[in-house]
């Protein structure tokens, strides 16, 4: 065999190994994904479970329970949140699409909206109470702290009717869909946020219908009375 061929067979050695090394790069990088993101559900879904909340409040108390747990739970979240964002931005990746100007456009649109409805629920159960805020500040002034509903939903109202107000007319979950929709119109798509839209999805959907069971023992018939008129997740046309 010639120079020429033997440098031929050498090129495509070569370029097979190297798409053999970014497939593995990839399956590497995915599963790591599901490990990160996996880790991330499971300390956030067992801090949040009324399991370790009333342990919570058999250790430190009922007052330092209701006073000090949401703001420490949110924290945490974050701080777990912002370690996963920098291990998923290592990762090894590849593109798959981009959408380019104007649409792409539509798609920030969309992920802005996707932004509006998340804030539009956390305004409707109240924004600082939500964030642990108006519970520490009674804590630290020594007032009646009012413990946290069970589960994250719409307030109920001096009428023992659900509050149908703001996203919550919309969708029973407007938290859950705000955060599905931001991932789904991203402009840019790689393998790796695509497993990460797959596993959001299945943690929205299944978190969801774990949270429809705690209102509802919460709430029991005013918010079956709620279920008929708000749909689950997608917004769709009112019953008449």
């Known amino acids: 065999m010639g120079s020429a061929g033997r440098s031929f067979l050498f090129r495509r050695r070569a370029k097979a190994h190297t798409f053999s090394g970014v497939g593995a790069s990839e399956g590497f990088a995915a599963a790591r994904v599901v490990w990160i993101c996996v880790l991330w559900t499971l300390v956030h879904s067992v801090l949040a479970s009324k399991q370790v909340k009333n342990l919570a409040r058999q250790v430190a108390g009922p007052r330092y329970r209701d006073g000090l747990y949401r703001l420490a739970y949110n924290a945490q979240s974050v701080v777990l949140l912002l370690w996963a964002a920098r291990r998923f931005a290592r990762l090894p990746d590849r593109e798959l699409y981009r959408v380019s100007s104007p649409w792409s456009w539509l798609f920030r649109t969309s992920q802005a909206a996707s932004l509006g409805v998340l804030l539009s629920g956390v305004r409707v159960m109240g924004i600082l109470r939500f964030a642990g805020i108006t519970p520490l500040w009674d804590f630290l002034r020594g007032k009646d702290i009012r413990p946290e509903p069970e589960a994250q939903g719409p307030p109920v109202g001096s009428d023992d009717e659900v509050v149908r107000a703001g996203a919550f007319r919309l969708t029973r979950h407007p938290g859950n869909l705000g955060a599905l929709g931001f991932f789904l119109f991203m402009p840019r798509m ?5 497993v990460l839209i797959v596993l959001v999805t299945l943690y929205v959907v299944l978190g969801s219908m774990h949270e429809e069971y705690r209102l509802q023992a919460a709430y029991g018939d005013a918010y079956e ?10 917004p769709r046309r009112p019953r008449r």
């Open 190 to 194: 790689t393998v790796n946020r695509a």
């Open 225 to 234: 009375r709620y279920k008929r008129v708000v749909p689950f997740l997608v």
